[in-house]
């Protein structure tokens, strides 16, 4: 395993970490005390394969991804570096919420300091403007000297703009942001070229000395996907391509058994390096995916009409990739399906990646209902 210097911090850092929602895509966070125990064996090899870094949040199955690496926290605390987040200020106009959403972090991770802690998803200006303004990062701020957290900063699916912003007024240590292969073809939800994410954002966060850790190298578990010749991309290959670019510091890829385990963690040492003909290949099959690939996050919800917005997005994906029946079948499953969408477009404000999804629901009940 390789490690990096996560900027400011002077944390040293696996430059493969691991993700805690990939436990909830394995039902782990629907299975109780069983469910935590398998979480604390995937964590507890993780570390034994030399992983040093785990990103979690208070939002992950409700607390139960942070109950999971507390368990681990016991025994290991030394071994681990903590990232966790929350989002406590998104519904809320009171900055106590985060000083309780943090207080009940640390009650869960088991431990008295958090070595990073985030505002979740703070993304487009006006969001920005809310958690300064309305004295929820000041929690954070604050937290820090009491030595509650160690580091503090944001995750974000924002443009240039906000993170630049970010760092020049927000005191930032740590800054999670999406990076995979699409973002050399993708737009921002402002209709920004996401290039800009390596071309100009990652220069700027190395200049400010600010520790960079990214999520979705997976883009939400789509890229992985079969296509019809039933080849997929290697989830390893993907997680490499990131770890290739050395400005990440460290990259978080959701596992859920330890079997992806086992695989991601390669992606930590050189002996997997992408040679440059992996690379050009990686980046022209990018190209086969349409503007409005569903990366899953489920931002846009909650939806009014309950349409459950990511499971049909993803039926759409697979659909995309193969025209199996089951498919079908699936859709026709659900108890609430695309046609019930009043084209409010309440979701599409918040999906980061700009997906029309109100078109996308009148093109799934086409195809599902039609069929
Ligand atoms: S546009 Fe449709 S899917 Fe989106 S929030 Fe409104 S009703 Fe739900
Ligand atoms: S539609 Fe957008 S917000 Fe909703 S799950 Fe997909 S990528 Fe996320």
Redesign the pocket.
Known sequence: MEYRVLGRTGLKVSVVGIGTLGFGREGLFARGKEGIQEMERVIDRALDLGVNIIDTACSYGNGMAEQGVGEVMKKRRSDVIILSRTHAWQKSENPEDIEIALEESLQRLQVDSIDIYQLHDVTSPEAYQKVVEGGFYEVLKKAKRQGKVKFIGFSTHGSFEVVKKMIETGDVDVLTLAYNILQQKRVASDGEDLKITSQRVFPLIKKFGIGLTVMKPLGGGALTLKGADGKGLSPLKLVRYVVQNPYVHTVTPGVGTLAHLEELVKAGDRAYALTPEEIRYFEEEAKRWGKDLCRQCGY?LP???N?P?PSIMRLLTKWQQKKDKELIKNYRNLEIKAD?????????KRCPYNIR??QK?REAEQIFAGE
Request: proline content about 6%; charged content about 20%; some cysteine.
């Open positions: 846009c939806c009014p009409q349409i917005i019930a969408c009043v084209e409010c477009r309440k979701c599409e999804i109100s629901m």
